[in-house]
């Protein structure tokens, strides 16, 4: 396709308007102030009044909790898991797994979002959605133990191996096999280490929770001679290849410089964090501190939705409060956490920027708007001024995967339908 | 128009499914579950994959200041006032603030906001914009004084006094002019007296800025042996007439009781008061106490949109973090300050609600998409997942203002033109 006289948001984040840019087959193919030289046989994308960026990488979620959205709600947390959540989960089926997943991609191209880090479980059924969707996924099997069992003597490590053997590097790469430990206060120290090990040897990443809650926090402290979750997990060798840890509320600053050492990743999650009222992510001093920082929705049953636009401006506005300070985290800082260093943590390097010899994963907001004039600023409109439906076009590897209201790969009415079947079978049998 | 097997939120906040609503002129003359009896020469609203409810009420807004979307950003607070918004402010014309205005509430319309209280200077052009677009606002002239002048010697006095004169019910009762009072820090004593008679003899309604940062309410009472701005303005007579004070971010309990004697209605601005980092409202308690709690979007140069879905979400989110407490704040409880506690604080009791004789102030929101999907909660949907571009109609006293992308009372591209021009035109002159 070619886009021409567009404004872009660049490879150094920076804005520049009446450019030109074409993609061939899964790349991007020219960059440019003027026509490229040949368009024959191209698409060409009018560029008036659109705003044309890398796809957003969304850091963190579960998307077949999708499933599970709004379910529960005006519970506290025990209540919502141990009365709402958790019985409904262990009612779940291969068929409601998939379409929760399908519907959750859906949402997710049609804001924009080209790639996902998603731990849960049912994990060939999630998969299989995401490749019917057409987008990235860098999907893992979540694994929690509280017996003192060998791992490969579990039902969860065997089925997250089986799916690393059959699903890792699928559909060109877009499927990415990660490994998955839940949480330090959801396993024992032989688990960790066993998976830490495995994870290691086999080269995959590494997707966790960490210090979510301050109960989380301490009682990892309690348990554990003083050791945060992050030095915990640390020593125990689990951040010894690629890791991205969620959440990261409640880190310490021996933390921070465990997680630069160890070039972790740190998924903020902002709305979900500010809903379940865990706490506010200290983005600034990660960024200060060099620290690969990047967005995340969670689940949809702790945020509402995948709206990534929204996600970014809460991202941006929760740090300000924490610091008092209305320059805390900038437009800038705020779109490279939601694309470019999203795309690293995922270990997907020719991902998430705009430029030549990158994948073609881009995002066409519209920008034409009221709410988008004037135009002081278009990065900062972007991050505060954008409703997340302005996103009007998602390309995925150089595919077109929603495009002015409609999807080219999902039978959107055929997911809602078939989700909201499942959901009711689910209900049924509680 | 007869909106034909439609979900409603209705006069209760209740979510009710397969219901129909017929409007007559500028009412709504039907709301029932079968449909109504006559319904001849209406246009039929298919209902399928709709939602309809009461228009928004944006109870705090400097609608103007969109000329500023996103100008200074990454200022501190006295350096953006001083460097960026008062020298622009100095600059601003009949033309600006006309055009500038008219964008907010294009911008307001499409985020189905039917109603505006609003606070500025150039009333009379801010006038003509909203009764040009077809809404309704309670507008008011701000008033500074730092000498200690006498009301009406003061220029902005004698305009205000005129506006009032002038546009008090313009439009068939969408203008109303409320009186205003910047704020304690921004008066003398002898003005705030003075305006309070005023404005208490003509049964004007007052719209106020009170306690949105700490060091505002710590300075006060400093300056007023210990009285918070509250108690002060209180004592001044200043809520003896109908009030909207906007934030009440430092309000403490004694300020509270005064609040709820004097029912005065609070403007939550949850979105600017996290982006300055002023603080987060203490909703919970005000709405325990039983006091009108309504929601603002403050300016768009503080925000930066007027993307009240959003702010819903983040009115409801921000509780939720202040208390620690998933629970704090239902959607219902947010839904009511979105709408019927707005239109309640602008003395306009005959809108705001979903019922047989109100006005027809409505939004129509898209429920279609995946991201509200599945349904455990419509209103929960509401709050927490539906993008602010789902609102596809919004209509005012019986009035399509709004729908599927098109306005029908505003030229939007010569409304964006004008306002980029118009900008233009300052910023060089700056």
């Known amino acids: 396709m070619y886009f021409k006289d567009i404004t872009i948001i660049d490879k150094d984040l920076e804005v520049r308007e009446h450019m030109h840019v074409m993609t061939d087959g899964e790349k991007i193919s020219y960059v440019g102030d003027e026509a490229p030289a040949d368009t024959e046989g191209q698409e060409v994308y009018d560029g008036k009044g659109r705003l044309l960026m890398a796809g957003f990488v969304n850091s963190h979620a579960h998307s077949p909790m999708t499933l599970m959205r709004g379910y529960g709600e005006g519970l ?30 859906a949402e997710s191209i049609r804001y924009g979002i080209v790639s996902t880090n998603d731990m849960y479980y049912f994990c060939d059924d999630m998969a299989k959605a995401v490749i ?22 579990m039902a969860s490590a065997k089925e997250m191996k089986s799916f690393y053997d059959n699903f890792n590097g699928a559909a060109g790469g877009k499927i990415k096999v990660d490994m998955s430990l839940h949480a330090e206060y959801t396993t024992t120290e032989k688990t960790v280490r066993e998976l830490a090990e495995y994870t290691k ?11 979510e809650t301050k109960k989380e926090h301490e009682e990892c402290k309690e348990r554990h001679g003083g050791k945060t979750p992050v030095k915990y997990l640390s020593d125990l060798g689990l951040f010894d290849t690629r890791t991205t840890a969620a959440h990261c509320v409640w880190v310490e600053p021996e933390d921070m410089d465990i997680l630069k050492e160890k070039n972790v990743s740190v998924a903020s999650n902002p709305i979900s964090n500010l809903k379940l009222a865990s706490g506010v992510c200290n983005v600034p001093e990660l960024l200060r501190r060099g620290i690969n920082v990047t967005i995340g929705t969670d689940s949809v049953s702790s945020n509402n939705s995948l709206n990534f636009i929204e996600e970014m401006k809460a991202f941006a506005i929760a740090s300000k409060m924490m610091y008092s300070d209305p320059t805390a985290v900038s437009p800038k800082q705020t779109a490279a956490a939601a694309t470019v260093n999203g795309a690293k943590a995922q270990g997907r390097n020719d991902c998430g920027v705009l430029d030549k010899g990158y994948r ?44 002015d209201g409609e999807f080219t790969t999902i039978d959107i009415e055929k997911t809602i339908f078939e989700t909201e079947q499942e959901t009711k079978k689910i209900l049924s049998s509680l």
């Open 76 to 105: 506290a947390l025990q209540e919502w898991l141990n009365d709402r959540i958790f019985p409904f989960e262990a009612k779940l089926s291969s068929d409601a797994v998939y379409y929760g997943t399908l519907l959750a991609m």
């Open 360 to 403: 073609a994963d881009l995002a066409v907001i519209d920008v034409s708007g009221p709410n988008m004039h004037p135009v002081h600023d278009m990065l900062n409109n972007l991050v505060y001024s954008a409703s997340g439906s302005d996103v009007c076009m998602t390309m995925c590897d150089g595919k077109v995967l929603y495009r």
């Open 132 to 153: 019917d969707a057409g987008c990235k996924n860098n999907i893992s099997r979540s694994i929690t133990n509280f017996a003192d069992d060998d791992l490969w003597t």
């Open 201 to 211: 040897e086999i080269g995959a990443n590494m997707h966790v929770h960490v210090s």
